[in-house]
T-cell receptor, first 107, second 115 residues
Framework: GQSLEQPSEVTAVEGAIVQINCTYQ??????LSWYQQHDGGAPTFLSY????GLEETGRFSSFLSRSDSYGYLLLQELQMKDSASYFC????????FGPGTRLSVLP | DSGVTQTPKHLITATGQRVTLRCSPR?????VYWYQQSLDQGLQFLIQ???????AKGNILERFSAQQFPDLHSELNLSSLELGDSALYFC??????????????FGSGTRLTVV
């Protein structure tokens, strides 16, 4: 089976940098993705790592290490609108999401 | 507008009833996925269809079923509804059967309330 773990909550101040970690257990997968979900909204795709290393998209970066079964999402120059839940997910036999991390950005 | 259309947006029904949720994928996408999200919970994968065929199954109850039609729209049927089935049901679509740099595109969801 597949399982993922994320911290349940993270708090940071506007302008700061925050890292949301994701550890997983799976027998094999294609890649790791990150999604953002605002309260009451639909998840939106942020990033995808098929290979080990860092992928950068604007203020957001995502990292994958298959040898460590670990990935993270890095958010820089935090803004109030970044307050949301962030889900990691792995594409294996099907796409399984982690439990989500609620990020609160304080002024 | 993400391009994935889900109807209805809201649904209130009684226990024991049956409902059908509908999803039209983004133009060009062949894969459709259904997810259930209960209050303050994560996204639970239910089932995936690719070009009309069932491709993967998650924790979908026997009371639930789905299908994808030749025009690629999909329906999720929920029967013998229980209070615990109250949740947001999301449909997502993708062009590929598995992950890609483009990810999944989610619809705005159907909020089901069972009373």
């Amino acid at each position: 089976g597949q399982s993922l773990e994320q911290p349940s909550e993270v708090t940071a101040v506007e302008g700061a940098i925050v890292q949301i970690n994701c550890t997983y257990q799976t027998s094999g997968f294609y890649g790791l993705s990150w999604y953002q979900q605002h309260d009451g909204g639909a998840p939106t795709f942020l990033s995808y790592n098929a290979l080990d290393g860092l992928e950068e998209t604007g203020r957001f970066s995502s990292f994958l290490s298959r040898s460590d079964s670990y990935g993270y999402l890095l958010l820089q120059e935090l803004q109030m609108k970044d307050s949301a839940s962030y889900f990691c997910g792995i594409y294996g036999q099907n796409f399984v999401f982690g439990p989500g991390t609620r990020l609160s950005v304080l002024p | 507008d993400s391009g994935v259309t889900q109807t209805p947006k809201h649904l209130i029904t009684a226990t024991g009833q049956r409902v059908t949720l509908r999803c039209s994928p983004r133009s060009g996408d062949l894969s459709v996925y259904w997810y259930q999200q209960s209050l303050d919970q994560g996204l639970q994968f239910l089932i995936q269809y690719y070009n009309g065929e069932e491709r993967a199954k998650g924790n979908i109850l026997e009371r639930f079923s789905a299908q994808q039609f030749p025009d690629l729209h999909s329906e999720l049927n929920l029967s013998s509804l229980e209070l615990g089935d109250s949740a947001l049901y999301f449909c997502a679509s993708s062009v590929a059967p598995s992950g890609s740099n483009y990810g999944y595109t989610f619809g705005s969801g159907t909020r089901l309330t069972v009373v």
